[in-house]
T-cell receptor
Framework: SAVISQKPSRDICQRGTSLTIQCQVD?????MFWYRQQPGQSLTLIAT?????????ESGFVIDKFPISRPNLTFSTLTVSNMSPEDSSIYLC????????FGPGTRLTVL | GENVEQHPSTLSVQEGDSAVIKCTYS??????FPWYKQELGKRPQLIID?????GEKKDQRIAVTLNKTAKHFSLHITETQPEDSAVYFC??????????FGAGTTVTVRA
């Protein structure tokens, strides 16, 4: 399976600021996704990162809050904008079609 | 959209006993059903999956069964060991590859 890395692994941010999370894969992949896992909860799909076009967002998630880039088939970024404490979560990227593999996650704490 | 329900939320078993986790899904278009294991502080790891054209799949001590008519699928772990202690998530997806996750089951194996 692909080797997936994320940066940063964790961060503590002040409310009102933005954080950009990077996801890097060691091979070209067609599908990349971004998920959120709130403390002690399950995973929720934020959006599908489409290469060369705008991301496809799930209900409850909007581009202004979670802008996503996918400049090529090995890299994507997720920005969490204008953060509030409710954005404190683990953010994970995943790659694959049916068999999806997750990056190590970015643990975000917003004060 | 897809709604996946998972039961029980917690499960405690004696080492060597079996553990069973059950999930139901709502969307008849769902055709892929993976199970993920997440240890504390780690990323979710795919442990087994089943596609809609198969009724049962086994891999050593773990097995998954699928009943398409009833829209439910189950994870069976036999001869449980302490290292099986983790949170287990079921999920479902269709041809868009977007995973909808269950709420998770915390499994504790007592030595």
């Amino acid at each position: 399976s692909a080797v997936i890395s994320q940066k940063p692994s964790r961060d503590i941010c002040q409310r009102g600021t933005s954080l950009t999370i990077q996801c890097q894969v060691d091979s070209q992949v067609t599908m990349m996704f971004w998920y959120r896992q709130q403390p002690g909860q399950s995973l929720t799909l934020i959006a599908t990162a489409n290469q060369g076009s705008e991301a496809t967002y799930e209900s409850g998630f909007v581009i202004d809050k979670f802008p996503i880039s996918r400049p090529n088939l090995t890299f994507s970024t997720l920005t969490v904008s204008n953060m509030s404490p409710e954005d404190s979560s683990i953010y994970l990227c995943s790659v694959g079609l049916n068999e999806q593999f997750f990056g190590p996650g970015t643990r975000l704490t917003v004060l | 959209g897809e709604n996946v329900e998972q039961h029980p939320s917690t499960l405690s078993v004696q080492e060597g006993d079996s553990a069973v986790i059950k999930c139901t899904y709502s969307d008849s278009a769902s055709n892929y059903f993976p199970w993920y294991k997440q240890e504390l502080g780690k990323r979710p790891q795919l442990i087994i999956d089943i596609r809609s054209n198969v009724g049962e799949k086994k891999d050593q001590r773990i097995a998954v069964t699928l009943n398409k008519t009833a829209k439910h699928f189950s994870l069976h772990i036999t001869e449980t060991q302490p290292e099986d202690s983790a949170v287990y998530f079921c999920a479902a997806s269709s041809n868009d590859y977007k995973l909808s996750f269950g709420a998770g089951t915390t499994v504790t194996v007592r030595a």
